[in-house]
């Protein structure tokens, strides 16, 4: 078992780092809880039924269920018109071994339009059983849009690690899992009605025996397949996971490729993304390894399917239960006896086939409701703080932090017993050495990182916060010039309301004129991509377009996490003193010293946890 890599423990405050392995599961990971999560069993069944729940029930609007109901139904009513196909052939047998001219001849037309119908029949079922499972991916991914991207849910899942690629679990997984388990659903549903019902024909034609023979036949292969399929369900869930880690490394390459080409680093990445897909191959050949053993079985277990139903007929001919029939007679009921102990076979063949791709939408449903159920406790987990976080939401004008103990996730302590005041007017700027907690701090502040001890208090108004939080690499979105200014539209309990002459103006005033020039004030609602946009703002001007937001929604107080890294110092000055002058208070994290003199105090981090607060003179 390869264990996960420790950090080293000489820096106590790294200590709590755990560096996963590249393709984070670990191969051959063998831990009790990796067992349980790949058991066919009732973990999987539970999972199961509440991604049939919500395609039910968040299907209010699409009816999904009812149309669902309507394809097993129909599938179903198809069955009876195969079942009529499938007895032709016996009277074909009796109509020729009669030499029976007008009766081959109706025969013929009736066969012409049963097959026709048979066939449009499943065309059709096909096509509405595909826009099923396209409803079906509509409301498990909004589901998952639901529970996922909203507070605090979104950023701990994509910060923490302890689900890998939840975006590839939304997109893909989700789509595989109702691309095959919507037919494979149905299938399993449909199968009881026509087993029970072959049975039936069986045991009328071949008595007990026959069924009684096929049945033991179909013991034997299920518990077989049984066995198989668990391996296989652990594969599918870790080609999904090197799936994802590799489309994440094509990903973060584009969006890093300017870095990647000053430094030469395309050797690198090369090695790297070579290095992934053969991770992804070689889950896709353990797949396939795996799968080899079930289609092994399954496919002997069809072909001796049809030695048995020979058997199934023979035995009555030797005991000469049908010795009083003519040639003609015995052909038809031979024939009509092959299919209905055939189909009986085949029946029970599909199942035991449909385990295989039970086996691949067992590895898909894991991996979405393993997602599922990380934002399930995190949902415990948030409903608890709110009673116990210390984080107060009561409307005011004031930032307090109370012997606040400001730890990184995973409870390393950064800084000691934080006593601090900002009112309004009363910028701040925080200081210290790199990695001391600066940023950690503000996380804390605004709610993203809970505190390890004391308290916090938010400004609020009309019971929203009203401190707009700026990170160190400004966010840069797809659409209009308006929506960019005014991301994310709505803010502090307010909607975005954007005159062309605020978007003018704000943009003025950060220096952002020429964009407006060049997309034109009748265009201001022309959506451009992210490319577009990442290729018309240099960084310093993705800088400035993130504080153009800050004076558009003109929150009581502001926090710069070193947002003004990419400019040069007149911009910056000119920026802060734009933000002051909208009677917005500051609290920035920033290495600048000639940005000080726009704060009244300064917060020094020592870095072992200590610090000082002083006025800035
Ligand atoms: N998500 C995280 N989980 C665990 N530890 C983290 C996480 N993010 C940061 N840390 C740890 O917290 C420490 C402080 O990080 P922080 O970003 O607050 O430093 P900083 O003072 O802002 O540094 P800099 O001046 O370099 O930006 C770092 O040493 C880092 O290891």
């Given at each position: 078992?390869?264990?996960?890599?420790?950090?080293?423990?000489?820096?106590?405050?790294?200590?709590?780092?755990?560096?996963?392995?590249?393709?984070?599961?670990?191969?051959?990971?063998?831990?009790?809880?990796?067992?349980?999560?790949?058991?066919?069993?009732?973990?999987?069944?539970?999972?199961?039924?509440?991604?049939?729940?919500?395609?039910?029930?968040?299907?209010?609007?699409?009816?999904?269920?009812?149309?669902?109901?309507?394809?097993?139904?129909?599938?179903?009513?198809?069955?009876?018109?195969?079942?009529?196909?499938?007895?032709?052939?016996?009277?074909?047998?009796?109509?020729?071994?009669?030499?029976?001219?007008?009766?081959?001849?109706?025969?013929?037309?009736?066969?012409?339009?049963?097959?026709?119908?048979?066939?449009?029949?499943?065309?059709?079922?096909?096509?509405?059983?595909?826009?099923?499972?396209?409803?079906?991916?509509?409301?498990?991914?909004?589901?998952?849009?639901?529970?996922?991207?909203?507070?605090?849910?979104?950023?701990?899942?994509?910060?923490?690690?302890?689900?890998?690629?939840?975006?590839?679990?939304?997109?893909?997984?989700?789509?595989?899992?109702?691309?095959?388990?919507?037919?494979?659903?149905?299938?399993?549903?449909?199968?009881?009605?026509?087993?029970?019902?072959?049975?039936?024909?069986?045991?009328?034609?071949?008595?007990?025996?026959?069924?009684?023979?096929?049945?033991?036949?179909?013991?034997?292969?299920?518990?077989?397949?049984?066995?198989?399929?668990?391996?296989?369900?652990?594969?599918?869930?870790?080609?999904?996971?090197?799936?994802?880690?590799?489309?994440?490394?094509?990903?973060?390459?584009?969006?890093?490729?300017?870095?990647?080409?000053?430094?030469?680093?395309?050797?690198?990445?090369?090695?790297?993304?070579?290095?992934?897909?053969?991770?992804?191959?070689?889950?896709?050949?353990?797949?396939?390894?795996?799968?080899?053993?079930?289609?092994?079985?399954?496919?002997?277990?069809?072909?001796?399917?049809?030695?048995?139903?020979?058997?199934?007929?023979?035995?009555?001919?030797?005991?000469?239960?049908?010795?009083?029939?003519?040639?003609?007679?015995?052909?038809?009921?031979?024939?009509?006896?092959?299919?209905?102990?055939?189909?009986?076979?085949?029946?029970?063949?599909?199942?035991?086939?449909?385990?295989?791709?039970?086996?691949?939408?067992?590895?898909?449903?894991?991996?979405?409701?393993?997602?599922?159920?990380?934002?399930?406790?995190?949902?415990?987990?948030?409903?608890?703080?709110?009673?116990?976080?210390?984080?107060?939401?009561?409307?005011?004008?004031?930032?307090?932090?109370?012997?606040?103990?400001?730890?990184?996730?995973?409870?390393?302590?950064?800084?000691?017993?934080?006593?601090?005041?900002?009112?309004?007017?009363?910028?701040?700027?925080?200081?210290?050495?790199?990695?001391?907690?600066?940023?950690?701090?503000?996380?804390?502040?605004?709610?993203?990182?809970?505190?390890?001890?004391?308290?916090?208090?938010?400004?609020?108004?009309?019971?929203?916060?009203?401190?707009?939080?700026?990170?160190?690499?400004?966010?840069?979105i797809g659409g209009s010039l308006r929506e960019q200014l005014c991301y994310p539209g709505?803010?502090?309990?307010?909607?975005a309301?954007c005159?062309?002459?605020?978007?003018?103006?704000?943009?003025?005033?950060?220096?952002?004129?020429?964009?407006?020039?060049?997309?034109?004030?009748?265009?201001l609602d022309y959506p451009y991509?992210?490319?577009?946009w990442?290729?018309?703002?240099?960084?310093?001007?993705?800088?400035?377009?993130?504080?153009?937001?800050?004076?558009?929604?003109?929150?009581?107080?502001?926090?710069?996490?070193?947002?003004?890294?990419?400019?040069?110092?007149?911009?910056?000055?000119?920026?802060?003193?734009?933000?002051?002058?909208?009677?917005?208070?500051?609290?920035?994290?920033?290495?600048?010293?000639?940005?000080?003199?726009?704060?009244?105090?300064?917060?020094?981090?020592?870095?072992?946890?200590?610090?000082?607060?002083?006025?800035?003179?």
């Amino acid at each position: 078992m390869r264990e996960a890599m420790q950090i080293s423990q000489e820096n106590s405050r790294t200590a709590d780092v755990a560096l996963l392995p590249l393709n984070g599961f670990g191969e051959g990971e063998k831990s009790e809880q990796a067992g349980q999560q790949f058991k066919v069993g009732r973990v999987l069944l539970q999972r199961l039924r509440r991604i049939c729940s919500v395609v039910v029930k968040g299907s209010a609007h699409e009816h999904v269920g009812m149309w669902y109901a309507g394809l097993v139904a129909g599938k179903l009513a198809a069955e009876v018109m195969y079942y009529y196909a499938g007895t032709l052939p016996s009277e074909f047998f009796r109509v020729l071994g009669d030499r029976n001219l007008p009766a081959f001849a109706s025969l013929l037309g009736r066969c012409v339009v049963v097959v026709g119908l048979a066939g449009s029949c499943k065309a059709v079922l096909e096509y509405v059983g595909g826009l099923i499972g396209v409803s079906m991916r509509q409301e498990l991914t909004r589901y998952t849009h639901a529970r996922y991207l909203r507070a605090p849910n979104f950023y701990s899942v994509a910060t923490s690690g302890t689900i890998d690629n939840p975006d590839q679990r939304t997109t893909q997984d989700i789509e595989r899992l109702t691309r095959s388990g919507a037919d494979v659903l149905a299938e399993l549903l449909i199968a009881p009605f026509l087993i029970a019902y072959y049975t039936v024909q069986c045991w009328k034609m071949a008595g007990i025996y026959g069924p009684l023979a096929i049945y033991i036949y179909f013991g034997i292969g299920a518990a077989a397949t049984r066995l198989a399929m668990a391996p296989i369900i652990r594969q599918v869930y870790i080609q999904e996971q090197a799936e994802g880690d590799f489309r994440f490394h094509h990903v973060r390459t584009g969006e890093c490729a300017e870095s990647i080409a000053f430094i030469a680093g395309e050797d690198r990445e090369r090695a790297a993304a070579d290095r992934a897909l053969k991770a992804v191959t070689g889950a896709q050949r353990r797949v396939l390894g795996k799968q080899f053993w079930l289609g092994l079985l399954t496919q002997v277990f069809a072909y001796m399917g049809s030695t048995v139903s020979y058997v199934i007929i023979g035995v009555p001919i030797f005991m000469g239960s049908y010795d009083d029939k003519s040639g003609a007679e015995l052909s038809s009921i031979i024939s009509l006896n092959a299919f209905v102990s055939i189909y009986l076979i085949y029946r029970f063949t599909s199942v035991i086939e449909l385990t295989k791709r039970l086996a691949d939408v067992a590895g898909y449903a894991t991996r979405v409701a393993q997602l599922w159920e990380e934002l399930d406790r995190l949902d415990v987990e948030a409903e608890a703080d709110d009673a116990d976080s210390g984080v107060s939401i009561r409307d005011s004008a004031v930032i307090v932090a109370r012997g606040l103990d400001v730890c990184t996730p995973g409870g390393v302590r950064l800084v000691t017993e934080l006593d601090l005041e900002i009112g309004v007017g009363d910028s701040l700027v925080i200081t210290g050495p790199n990695g001391a907690g600066k940023t950690a701090l503000l996380r804390t502040l605004c709610g993203l990182w809970r505190p390890g001890g004391g308290e916090v208090q938010l400004a609020h108004t009309n019971g929203a916060p009203d401190v707009l939080f700026l990170p160190q690499a400004p966010y840069i979105i797809g659409g209009s010039l308006r929506e960019q200014l005014c991301y994310p539209g709505l803010w502090g309990g307010r909607h975005a309301m954007c005159f062309n002459a605020d978007i003018v103006r704000i943009l003025a005033t950060v220096g952002l004129s020429h964009v407006v020039d060049i997309v034109g004030t009748s265009n201001l609602d022309y959506p451009y991509t992210v490319q577009a946009w990442l290729r018309l703002l240099s960084p310093g001007e993705r800088q400035m377009m993130s504080i153009a937001r800050v004076l558009f929604w003109r929150p009581k107080f502001v926090m710069l996490d070193e947002c003004t890294s990419a400019l040069d110092a007149c911009a910056a000055e000119a920026l802060y003193r734009a933000i002051l002058d909208a009677g917005i208070t500051v609290v920035s994290v920033s290495h600048s010293a000639h940005l000080e003199r726009f704060h009244k105090r300064r917060l020094s981090l020592d870095g072992s946890g200590g610090y000082t607060l002083d006025d800035v003179r």
